[in-house]
């Protein structure tokens, strides 16, 4: 496993803590492995199930999967982007949210589709709360007010400026109504 910061640490922990408002027994599960057959299978750093969800030998299936949250870390960014947001979205996650603390963005993704999503809502850090239709019918309500960011090195500061320029894509959907 890749080290984390303490921010990332930090941001895991904030959207684990709002998912308790789904109720005291959500199936909410951090870095469990989920099972993608005929695919790479995952970890997630968070992972919302559905009400009565059950493993599977040691692993949960990706049909209980209500939402799953990535942490961008300057080494994942790419891959949470866009090959998370493809597989997603092939497997039939209702929803797949990309925290980037680089950014200091929450981008949401939406309305499936065979090859990924055809919305991807995005919100600013401070900028409230966030509230996220699951497929059961729920709300998850993520407060994006105390989100701590990365102390940036030089590095990282170019880093993620070349992946954001690239997300500026014409035909993406960039903000939330």
């Known amino acids: ?15 684990q803590i709002d998912s308790c408002a789904l109720g005291r027994h959500v199936k909410g599960i951090s870095d469990v492995c989920i099972d993608f057959p005929a695919d790479e299978n995952s970890a997630p750093d968070v992972v919302i199930l ?3 969800a059950q493993r599977q030998g040691t692993r949960h ?18 891959k ?7 597989k997603y979205g092939r497997y039939g996650i209702p929803v797949y949210v990309v925290v ?6 929450v981008v949401v993704h939406t309305q499936l589709t065979g090859s990924g999503y055809i919305a991807a809502h995005t ?7 966030l509230p996220i239709e699951l497929a059961d019918g729920r709300n998850y309500t993520f407060d994006l007010d105390e989100l701590p960011r990365p102390r940036q090195t030089p590095t990282d500061a170019r880093h993620a400026t070349s992946i954001y320029s690239r997300l ?7 903000s939330f109504a």
């Open 100 to 105: 980037d603390p680089y950014a200091a963005e």
């Open 50 to 52: 559905r009400e009565g």
């Open 80 to 86: 949470d982007y866009d090959d998370c947001t493809a």
């Open 61 to 78: 299936v990706f049909e209980d999967v209500l939402l799953i949250a990535k942490v961008v870390s300057a080494s994942s960014a790419c």
């Open 1 to 15: 496993m890749t080290p984390r910061s303490e921010e990332h640490f930090s941001t895991i922990k904030s959207i």
């Open 123 to 129: 919100r600013k850090y401070g900028s409230g709360k």
């Open 168 to 174: 500026e894509e014409p035909n993406s959907i960039r």
